[in-house]
């Protein structure tokens, strides 16, 4: 097989309407596009979205939403999680390793859910009120 000989299956690649080629086509004379009128002119036609004047959906709408670019970035653990993790360090790199937090997390902060199990050291990792609260009461110290 060489590459002169390469074709796509049959029925793959559908040929194109050709258009304006004598009524015997089928399409011929207006070309489909029926009798006078915006449309059947070249380059006729509305804009996306129009609606004849009337105010448009997409402007009669509010606008609703945010998408936040940080949001990728910032991840959270629960504190009942931790005991997954091997060890008593808590670090972002340990919280990646353990798949408790995406790789691509820049800041990682713990919350308040679950008791931690046992002690935890927490280097380089943000903590709530709650989360501090319950490792410290586990036996665990928080460095900032």
């Not at 919280?95 to 008791?115: F, N, W």
């Amino acid at each position: 097989m060489r590459l002169n000989d390469l074709k796509p299956a049959p029925g793959a690649r559908r040929a194109s309407r050709r258009v304006g080629r004598g009524h015997g086509s089928g399409s011929g004379k207006t070309c489909g596009r029926g009798q006078k009128g915006q449309k059947s002119r070249s380059g006729g036609g509305v804009a996306a979205g129009f609606e004849g004047g009337q105010m448009p959906l997409q402007r009669r709408l509010p606008k609703l939403g945010f998408a936040s670019r940080k949001a990728p970035f910032n991840d959270e653990v629960k504190v009942g999680s931790l005991a997954r993790l091997d060890g008593d360090e808590v670090d972002p790199e340990r919280l990646k390793a353990a798949g408790l937090v995406k790789r691509r997390a820049k800041r990682i902060k713990i919350i308040a859910g679950g008791e931690p199990g046992r002690s935890f050291t927490v280097n380089g990792v943000g903590v709530t009120a709650g989360a501090r609260a319950a490792i410290e009461a586990a036996g665990g110290t928080v460095n900032d």
